[in-house]
């Protein structure tokens, strides 16, 4: 998983493996590992992601089929232009 922008700061870390099937999988870990940082979870709210490149949008993240070796990138809200 690789963080941006606010989702980088709350985490602590700019990325991090994941061992999931699904993107509510990896999601759910991700939180479990950051529980002493209680803004990752508010942040993960207000993010959109990437799965090896394509954007996920409103799909159920339970449905988002996640490959071996493949990336998600956590996007949060941009300012500017």
Do not use: I
């Not at 985490?11 to 509510?24: F, N």
């Not at 207000?46 to 493949?70: K, M």
């Amino acid at each position: 998983m690789r963080y941006w922008a606010a989702a980088k700061a709350a985490a602590g870390a700019a990325e991090e493996p994941y061992a999931a099937a699904t993107l509510a999988e990896a999601l759910d870990a991700a939180r479990l590992r950051h529980t002493a940082r209680p803004e990752f979870a508010r942040v993960l709210l207000r993010c959109s992601f990437l799965v090896d490149g394509d954007p996920v949008g409103t799909r159920d993240h339970t449905t988002v089929q996640l490959a071996e070796g493949g990336t998600v990138e956590v996007l949060p809200p941009f300012a500017g232009g």
